[in-house]
């Protein structure tokens, strides 16, 4: 473990697959901040952290993590940075760690679309090569009901530009987001989008209620009837199997899931959906998620 002498405003988040990276954190908080499912910063009003102290912090973690490679650019949406304040952190960035290999952050479909062509080009040039996006569902009902502040569209628009400037993305949907009543629709809408943009990378993660039921169902904005495990098997198998897509790396490994899964939806769709039915059937009907102790 490293001794990071730097101040990170907590809490502080990162995909699993930014366990080995450098986090540079170059905004606080979410600048949407307003998804009803979404606690994680919560607690934080949002701010762009000024360049001078980026570039002091970039500095002294190129000289901790000297064999380090990735750099994840935090907090929430830190994408919606402009290029113009991206392309000099992403400068420096390079400038101090040398030989780079990714960049990352995460981002919302809208941070992509108001870039130009040729900044999302010169941005992947930098090193800016994966973007994670919580699209959590390609359902327009579900998305409104959660107030994600995007649609099909706007998604499909947003990680369509993206891909063709040469920046990867990686996609998350959350399993149970709508309850029992919009499951169906939720599964189908979203197999069509994943379907529609082909991520290089897809997880799934369980909807997680850190401060209960009612906190949860006070901001969304529905008809929100819990799903058992069971139930959420079923939904989760459902949108599997409408998926038809080219080499998109599966994962299921969040500390949500109560299925652990893993591979690429091209080879291993019949596997993984074998695993689902196997959870299906030893699973009692009986039986809901508990509140998990991450948050
Ligand atoms: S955009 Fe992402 S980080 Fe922001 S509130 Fe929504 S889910 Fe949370």
Not at 19 to 28: D, E, K, W
Not at 31 to 57: H, L, V
Not at 220 to 226: A, L, R, T
Request: glycine share 6%.
């Amino acid at each position: 473990m490293f001794f990071v002498p730097i101040q990170y405003n907590e809490p502080i988040f990162r995909p699993p697959g930014e366990a080995q990276s450098a986090i540079l954190q170059v905004t606080i908080g979410c600048s949407w901040n307003k998804c009803a499912f979404c606690e994680m910063y919560t607690s934080k009003k949002f701010s762009t952290r000024p360049f001078e102290q980026i570039k002091s912090d970039i500095e002294k973690l190129a000289k901790i993590y000297s064999g380090v490679r990735k750099v994840f650019l935090a907090d929430g949406d830190a994408f919606v940075l402009s290029a113009n304040k991206l392309i000099p952190i992403l400068e420096e960035i390079n400038n101090q760690f040398g030989k780079i290999q990714r960049i990352s952050s995460y981002a919302l479909p809208k941070d992509i679309i108001t870039k130009s062509n040729d900044e999302l080009i010169q941005l992947k040039n930098l090193g800016l090569k994966l973007l994670y996006i919580g699209i959590e569902s390609g359902d327009d009902k579900l998305l409104q009901l959660i107030n994600k502040g995007e649609t099909f569209k706007s998604t499909v628009e947003g990680i369509t530009k993206a891909h063709n400037a040469g920046i990867e993305t990686s996609i998350m949907i959350i399993n149970g987001l709508g309850g029992r009543k919009y499951s169906h629709q939720h599964a189908i809408r979203s197999a069509e989008i994943i379907n529609q943009i082909n991520p290089k990378f897809l997880s799934t993660l369980t909807l997680s209620m850190p401060f209960g039921l009612d906190h949860f169902e006070s901001r969304f904005s529905g008809d929100y009837q819990q799903q058992s495990i069971k139930e959420l098997f079923e939904e989760l198998k459902l949108f599997i199997e409408n998926l038809n897509v080219n080499n998109v790396i599966y994962r299921s490994d969040h500390v949500s899931n109560n299925l652990i899964l893993k591979g690429n939806l091209s080879k291993d769709k019949a596997l993984l959906l074998n695993q689902i039915d196997e959870a299906i059937r030893n699973t009692p009907a009986n039986l809901f998620p508990e509140t998990p102790a991450f948050l």
